[in-house]
């Protein structure tokens, strides 16, 4: 189940770390992109959010993001 949502990330953010432990937890797969090793994932990022670098940003698989999102927000999206 690994990839079911793709976190942009990176190594200092508390946002991230308490989401990504959130989503452990829970079970839910995902796979973590650094934007600090990653220009294009840290275009992509910015993309989504209005020229910014925010994260946690985090894409489903309709291509969809939500950017800092609750727990709860994040299996609603996924259908759980």
Request: charged share 20%; with cysteine; aromatic share 8%.
């Amino acid at each position: 189940m690994a990839g079911t949502v793709t976190m942009y990330s990176t190594t200092w953010c508390g946002y991230c770390r308490r989401l990504k432990g959130q989503m452990d937890r829970e079970g839910i797969a995902y796979t973590e992109i650094n934007i600090e090793q990653d220009p294009e994932s840290a275009a992509f990022v910015e993309q989504a959010n209005g020229g910014n670098q925010t994260v946690p940003t985090v894409r489903f698989p309709d291509g969809s993001t939500l950017t800092n999102p609750s727990l709860a927000q994040v299996k609603q999206k996924i259908g759980l």
